[in-house]
């Protein structure tokens, strides 16, 4: 294992120098900020309340926003922040990282407005962030040798690439807004898949040696990790190619089982009394639970394909995304590693705007008043958030209470 390396000492104090200290300090905030303001404005871009100055569609605005813009920063807060543990490198802080936040929020204010400038020129600034942090990303895991982790680099050119094909659409140039959306949400998902299934048993196990010895731990990574790992990745493939088609629903069926076989060998059950590890359980639980009920559907057809689309989007990426931030700030913060009353809220919260988004095409004639409900638990969950941790994001580290 390489040295986890020490951060540059600040040559002066101040809000920019503790925000711009760790990739996750700005790019969590962002991420949040734009979760919790964005999803609001796609309810209202669908029904029609208001009209927003973009040449996207509303439901591809939504998709691109989601996967593209708040997820593209969760996954820049989080990568920023792990490589250097990984590599041994010194982490991207500063003025780098200042420009790189820049481009996402340049990117985020192309899209909304891109109806007032050509299309291309949208593309092009919004498409700047990806590309440049694909590189930044390459450098360092290349430069530090840690080929384990090659498959984040390949992560990133998917997102790139469903970003683009999404900018195709809007330009009239090709009908891939659909596509790049779904190939977006794909590789947002394939990460929970991975990295949760990492850190996971990881945080499990150490917290059940601590706190409950005895009890048993986690299952070690072993055949059936990778046959989980390898049916997700091709039933999130197959999705992305081949969308409600029967070989697809049986792979995503036999990955959801897999996934929740999976599961159940982390001694999650065990976890209850500790929310912030509880979480990152029910985080990895809806990823199995959309792949069912993506592929169940497909013979059933019970409800809308949208519901089980959004138990991947709302249930397994919105909490897996909440979990990490809240444990990754604390952490990195020297705070206490156990949640308080409003972290526990916060993980309510996504937890009901999940649970409602999934249910509301059954709600019949008041499915827009469900659609609202959830999408405001989803931006109070996310508000909590940046309310909540505000401080340490921006903030100087503190000495642990333990």
Not at 320 to 342: F, I, N
Request: glycine share 10%; with cysteine; proline share 6%.
């Amino acid at each position: 294992m390489p040295p986890i390396p020490r951060y540059r000492a600040p040559e002066s104090s101040g809000f920019f120098t503790s925000f711009l200290s760790a990739g996750f300090r700005p790019f969590f905030l962002c991420a949040a900020l734009w979760a919790a303001v964005g999803l609001p404005l796609s309810v209202a871009y669908f029904e029609m309340a208001t009209d927003l100055p973009t040449r996207f569609s509303p439901h591809i605005w939504h998709a691109h926003e989601m996967a593209f813009g708040f997820g593209g920063a969760v996954v820049a807060g989080f990568l920023l922040t792990a490589i250097p543990n990984w590599t041994g490198r010194m982490p991207l802080q500063g003025a780098p990282l200042g420009g790189l936040v820049a481009l996402w929020l340049i990117g985020r204010v192309a899209v909304l407005l891109s109806a007032s400038a050509p299309a291309a020129v949208a593309a092009a600034l919004d498409l700047a962030f990806p590309a440049i942090f694909f590189v930044v990303v390459a450098r360092e895991i290349a430069t530090g040798r840690n080929w384990r982790n090659l498959p984040m680099v390949a992560a990133l050119a998917l997102l790139f690439i469903g970003n683009l094909l999404t900018h195709l659409d809007a330009m009239g140039v090709a009908a891939t807004g659909a596509l790049g959306a779904r190939m977006g949400v794909a590789t947002l998902a394939m990460l929970v898949a991975l990295v949760g299934g990492r850190i996971t048993p990881s945080f499990t196990r150490n917290w059940l040696v601590k706190t409950l010895p005895g009890v048993g731990e986690p299952a070690p990574f072993g055949a059936l990790d990778r046959i989980a790992l390898a049916t997700t990745l091709a039933a999130l493939a197959a999705w992305v190619a081949f969308p409600e088609t029967t070989p697809t629903a049986v792979l995503q069926i036999v990955a959801g089982c897999a996934l929740l076989l999976r599961l159940t060998r982390w001694r999650g059950a065990s976890t209850g009394a500790e929310p912030l590890l509880f979480v990152l359980h029910l985080g990895y639980g809806w990823l199995a639970l959309g792949l069912l009920l993506m592929g169940a559907n497909q013979f059933v057809d019970v409800t809308d394909p949208t519901a089980p689309l959004h138990a991947l989007t709302a249930g397994a990426i919105g909490t897996m995304t909440l979990a990490v931030m809240t444990r990754a700030t604390r952490g990195h913060t020297g705070r206490e590693l156990a949640a308080d009353r409003g972290t526990v809220a916060i993980y309510v919260a996504i937890t009901l705007a999940a649970i409602l988004r999934v249910t509301a095409p059954l709600t019949g004639d008041y499915y827009f008043v469900a659609l609202s409900v959830a999408a405001g638990l989803w931006s109070l969950a996310y508000g909590l958030f940046v309310l909540l941790y505000f401080g340490m994001l921006t903030g100087p580290r503190v000495q642990a209470n333990a």
